[in-house]
């Protein structure tokens, strides 16, 4: 039997078979639902499928498949216009929005790991702050029949949602084109080390999506799309190569949303915010993030305890000679080895794309020859970050 590759490498990653995708057609006949096709984008008015969908209860099923087939298919992306159905909601959230905004610039918090330092607003877990601050304003956004039907859409039931607020100045410059988490918060050379079909797993895991709290017309940069690009099996690695982001340049679209609209993409969509080109325009939007219920072991593990029990024995054993892969396995056993979930106001991924994880920490001690205590205050530090 003759099996298939298990890694990508990036040097095999060829600019002609991305382009090859983002040559292909979308095809209204995929997508009976929207009202227009536009840069390949299908565009749904919002209000008037709330109004089918209270007339025909039945047409859920078909909506969602419809969508799913978008994101995985299709273009990878879409448009609902008026996504939230009520623009009294919408205002409320954004004054919600603006006074934690303006709480966490006077405190010198909401750093961000795309833009460089002051050219945006970033608020981590807005959904948590929305809620607390302002609950009758979160029930009533939240109540969006529409949001929750792309939610289920690509999920299923028991989705997870999560939002942080991002407000882009004017002068505020472009992203990077770059895919989203899981795997886009890697840098390449970590995720090359995921086999490939986790590379095909993981956008089916998380939702990505964005409500434009204010108009956002092209010149405010609204975010920059490359339609189809989420079927390019090497796309998460190929974010730092110059040939990759000058044919994204070349090949992006980029659609003005109007306040209240949301659009909706496979995390696996090479994308990239636009640069704010206005003199005026904050362009504030709530950044959703949507996570399926199944990333979650069946048992929980006190790793803290554990790893703080375990380090003088792999101390000892370092010590006496052992080789970095076996302590790295046996660290790996027992230490959490992913950087999320954490609380990103306390646990910023500044200076990278993520915050350093337990293991690293615990691999780092031992190569320094830390004591326990040391270590075991490290990752007490650690632990009250993370905690919400």
């Known amino acids: 039997m003759t099996h298939p590759a298990r890694w990508l490498h990036a040097e095999e990653a060829r600019v002609d078979d991305l382009l090859a995708l983002t040559r292909l057609r979308t095809d209204p006949a995929d997508c009976p639902h929207a009202t227009r096709i536009e840069q390949a984008v299908p565009i749904y008015d919002g209000a ?11 047409l859920r099923p078909a909506l969602m498949a419809e969508w799913a087939a978008v994101w995985e298919d299709g273009p990878g992306l879409l448009v609902l216009k008026d996504a939230i159905g009520s623009p009294e909601a919408v205002d409320a959230v954004t004054a919600c929005f603006e006074t934690l905004i303006r709480q966490e610039r006077e405190a010198g ?17 807005a959904l948590e702050k929305l809620c607390l601050a302002d609950p009758e304003a979160f029930a009533d956004y939240y109540a969006s029949e529409l ?14 949602m999560t939002s942080q607020i991002n407000n882009v100045r004017p002068g505020g410059a472009a ?11 890697m840098t390449a050379a970590q995720a090359a080390r995921h086999p490939a079909h986790v590379h095909r797993l993981s956008p089916m895991l998380t939702l990505q999506g964005a409500v434009a709290h204010v108009d956002m017309p092209l010149d405010s940069g609204p975010t920059l799309y490359l339609p189809h690009s989420q079927k390019f099996a090497h796309g998460y690695l190929v974010a730092e190569r110059a040939d990759f982001r ?12 109007a306040r209240g609209d949301a659009v909706f993409f496979n995390p696996a969509l090479l994308h990239a915010a636009g640069t704010n080109r206005s003199t005026h325009i904050q362009r504030l939007a709530n950044l959703l993030q ?4 199944f990333g979650r072991a069946m048992e929980s593990v006190d790793r803290l305890r554990m790893t703080q029990a375990l380090y003088p024995a792999l101390r000892r ?13 046996v660290i790996a056993a027992s230490a959490e080895g992913y950087a999320f979930p954490t609380n990103l106001d306390r646990d910023p991924p ?25 270590l075991a205050t490290q990752l007490d530090r650690m632990a009250e970050r993370r905690r919400t």
Request: proline content about 7%; cysteine-free; overall charge negative.
């Open 175 to 185: 992203q990077t084109p770059h895919r989203d988490y899981h795997l886009g918060f």
């Open 350 to 374: 500044l200076g990278g794309l993520a915050p350093e994880t337990p293991q690293q920490v615990v691999g780092r001690a031992l190569a320094e020859d830390w004591s326990a205590e040391r």
């Open 246 to 257: 000058a044919a994204f340049e070349a090949h992006r679209v980029q659609l003005p949303l």
């Open 109 to 125: 918090s909401g750093g961000d790991h795309f833009a460089a330092a002051g050219a945006n607003d970033r608020v981590w877990n």
């Open 290 to 293: 949507i996570s399926s219920p």
């Open 317 to 329: 054993r370092r010590q006496a000679g052992w080789s970095e892969a076996a302590l790295a396995q």
């Open 147 to 160: 949001l929750g039907l792309a939610a289920e859409a690509w999920l299923g039931p028991g989705w997870q």
């Open 48 to 58: 008037a499928l709330r109004a089918q969908l209270a007339r025909e209860p039945a």
